[in-house]
């Protein structure tokens, strides 16, 4: 498990974790939204709130979840780098974002 400076947990009105960001030394290390809430500007909230407090400037996406690729441009951070490495016994491609 990894382990994060910051962890921020987002509930609904049942105290029901819908959401949860983690960040370390001004990167996003992790961002999750669940599935039946994505769309409601929840994760935009969560990674405007790590920007402006906990100073988060890189973030990285696998480039084969085109939604978190898009997401992260649509918040107007840019690719800096492509990286190619072994994940989990398989190749993927990664993508190192920075505003």
């Known amino acids: 498990m990894s382990k994060v400076e910051h962890l921020i947990i987002a509930e609904n009105e049942f105290n029901k974790i819908i959401a949860f960001m983690g960040t ?15 769309g409601k500007g929840i994760g935009k909230q969560l990674l405007k709130y ?13 480039e084969q979840n085109p939604q978190a690729v898009g997401f992260y441009k649509h918040m107007e951070f840019v690719t800096y780098k492509r990286i190619k490495e072994p994940i989990m016994m398989k190749r993927e491609n990664r993508i190192l974002f920075y505003i």
């Open 24 to 38: 370390e030394n001004n990167r996003l290390e992790m961002l999750f939204i669940c599935s039946a809430e994505r």
């Open 50 to 62: 790590g920007i402006e407090i906990f100073g988060i400037k890189e973030v990285t996406a696998n």
